[in-house]
């Protein structure tokens, strides 16, 4: 299987349109937050249907450290996946998702039924954790929320969309599922899996 995106090129920076978090006048802030293009093809014989994720490999893993002015958060700080999307049972039909067409900008408290291909479901992404104890923002955060790494973090992060076709049309798990699940259920059911990714900073001597 090959995946590919028309909003960025594999292995370079993730435009701000499909990012969480920007740089602004008064600082950092949201920024437009759309989904990006993403489209695949040699899809294996007897494909029923599709899981999509995308992931932060390079989240910090010392919560205290972020988004502080005092401090710069070390390249070689031990690391965590961050998960920004999850979407199962997927058509098989379906091989392209449109740039937007699943998010187009911040919800406070989270999107609670985001757009999708007719038939798909998506679960809750790592900013539910994240936002816990903010009365502005807390919630169930569900389908796409983008990039928004620590503007004091100098490690350059990558966002990975994984694509599996899987040999089931639908997976058991419940409405509030999360991207760990989804890994554990695909289990057994992967008959191809596709891999494309784009950086993004906002620490201002990685960004430029």
């Not at 932060?56 to 893993?61: F, G, I, K, L, V």
């Not at 449109?98 to 798909?120: E, F, L, M, R, Y």
Request: proline share 8%; net charge negative; aromatic share 12%.
């Amino acid at each position: 299987m090959r995946i590919h995106s028309n909003s960025f090129e594999h292995g370079k920076p993730l435009p701000a349109e499909f990012a969480a978090g920007q740089a602004t006048a008064e600082g950092f802030g949201f920024a437009a937050n759309r989904n990006p293009h993403l489209a695949w093809d040699g899809v294996p014989a007897g494909t029923r249907s599709f899981a999509l994720l995308c992931i932060d490999p390079d989240a910090p893993t010392v919560p205290e450290m972020v988004d502080r002015d005092d401090v710069q958060i070390p390249v070689d700080q031990v690391r965590g996946d961050f998960f920004h999307w999850a979407m199962i049972d997927i058509p098989a039909a379906v091989t392209e998702i449109a740039a937007g067409s699943c998010s187009d900008g911040v919800t406070a408290h989270g999107k609670q039924n985001p757009a999708g291909p007719a038939g798909s479901r998506q679960g809750i992404n790592d900013y539910t954790g994240w936002f816990v104890g903010n009365p502005d923002l807390a919630g169930d955060w569900y389908g796409y929320d983008g990039a928004f790494p620590p503007p004091n973090d100098l490690r350059l992060h990558r966002y990975f969309f994984r694509v599996f076709a899987l040999d089931v049309e639908r997976l058991d798990l419940d409405a509030r599922f999360t991207a760990g699940e989804v890994l554990h259920a695909i289990q057994g059911h992967v008959l191809g899996q596709a891999t494309t990714y784009a950086t993004y900073a906002l620490n201002p001597a990685l960004a430029g």
